[in-house]
Each structure stands twice: as C-alpha cells, then as structure tokens.
C-alpha cells in the first residue's frame, strides 16, 4: 500500500499559484491512478482532480477546471497539483489518494491518503 506525503502548501493572495506535491513510497505507483480532495472547516471532503497511471488522461471538478493541473511524475513516484488563479475558497486542506484503479475517475476509490498540507488564500 502506497504511503504518501504532500507537500508545497502554504498562505498566498487571492490570484496567485501553489504548486502541491505528493510524494509516494510503495511499488505500485505507477499502476495507481492518483487523486487529490480537499476539506474545508465544516465541509466534507470533496474530489478535486485526478490523473490516470499513465498521466494521459485528467478529470477536474467543475470549480477547479481551468485554474488546476495535475501532473505526474512516475520515474519520482510523484504527483502534482498546480493551482492558479486561487481564491479564497480554494483554502482548505489539500489531500493526495492512491486509487488502484488505473485509468482515473471523477468518483475515485481511494485506498491510501497522505497527511494533508494546509492552503489558505488570502482576499
């Protein structure tokens, strides 16, 4: 089971960019499709992006679609999410997944989570 840490979080202005990272350690990386949620004070947890094994197919919620990439690395065992355009309703905690199943999805089934890295943007 993938172990997975995030990192790149942080306190910006409204408008700007936060490049999140998540690193994996575990062999079965590269055959995972990867997500990444978010959760605010009060709200559940909800589905930003996600990337398949390959890197070749992306899905984006509707808020993020535009602003975020997502992005993989699989000779580094990692994942990004590069966040551009942020709002102050983009600050939440910033969650990576494993999803086992390769090909992605809007609805991912996450196995593994990371600890979580804070943003907050400022208006």
């Known amino acids: 089971q993938e172990q997975l840490v995030e990192s790149g979080g942080g306190l910006v202005q409204a408008g700007g960019s936060l490049r999140l990272s998540c690193a994996a350690s575990g062999r079965t990386f590269n055959s995972y499709a990867m997500a990444w949620f978010r959760q605010a004070p009060g709200k559940e947890r909800e589905f930003v992006a996600d990337i398949s094994w390959s890197g070749g197919t992306t899905y984006y919620s509707d808020s993020v679609q535009g602003r975020f990439t997502i992005s993989r690395d699989n000779a580094k065992n990692t994942v990004y999410l590069q966040m551009n355009s942020l709002k102050p309703e983009d600050s939440a905690v910033y969650y990576c997944?494993?999803?086992?199943?390769?090909?992605?999805?809007?609805?991912?089934?996450?196995?593994?989570w990371g600890q979580g890295t804070q943003v907050t943007v400022s208006s």
């Open positions: 997944g494993a999803d086992p199943h390769p090909y992605g999805d809007r609805n991912p089934s996450v196995i593994s």
